[in-house]
């Protein structure tokens, strides 16, 4: 949904323009904050530390909406508890070819996972990128708790120390 228009004097004449939905920086010095599409404030419109934490790396990827992700030397890509080397630094809630920037977060809710049960711990799956209500067992395994779901569309995310485990 484009930003809601108001009018503004430019150069002595009343002119229709729009709100602004996200911030580029400086350029955007005393223009209006207009809501994005979910009646929120952007977060770039925001000053370093104050917001979500968010780091935008590459993709090595195709990550989905929802994903749990590793934050490694070569950018992101989806955290896997079956693979050594891989656990879970934050998520994604958009998609993401690989190759394209993503926006990672590494704290707050997941709005972007679905059959959650509401008070459940939610650990990283052996299935790539996702969360699952049974921590793994399996040898070589990583047993990692990456949150507490807090509705049936929604995960608090709080990276936990992942442990391997040995049979």
Known sequence: MAAKKFIRLVAGVLTEVFGVQSSAGAGNAGD?????????????????????DVV???????????????????????????TAGKPC??????????????????????????????????YLSTTPGAGTHTAPSGNGNASQRIGKAVSTTAVDFERGLPITLVA
């Open 32 to 52: 209006i904050v207009a809501l994005d599409d979910t009646g929120k404030i952007d977060a770039t419109m925001m000053p370093v530390g104050v917001g979500a």
């Open 56 to 82: 935008v790396l590459t993709a090595s990827e195709n990550l989905a909406a929802g994903a749990y992700v590793n934050i490694y030397s070569g950018g992101v890509r989806n955290a896997d508890a079956s």
């Open 89 to 122: 630094d934050g998520f994604v809630l958009a998609v993401v070819t690989s190759g394209n920037p993503a926006s990672v977060y590494k704290e707050g809710a997941n709005t972007q996972v679905t059959g959650q049960t509401m008070g459940s711990d939610v």
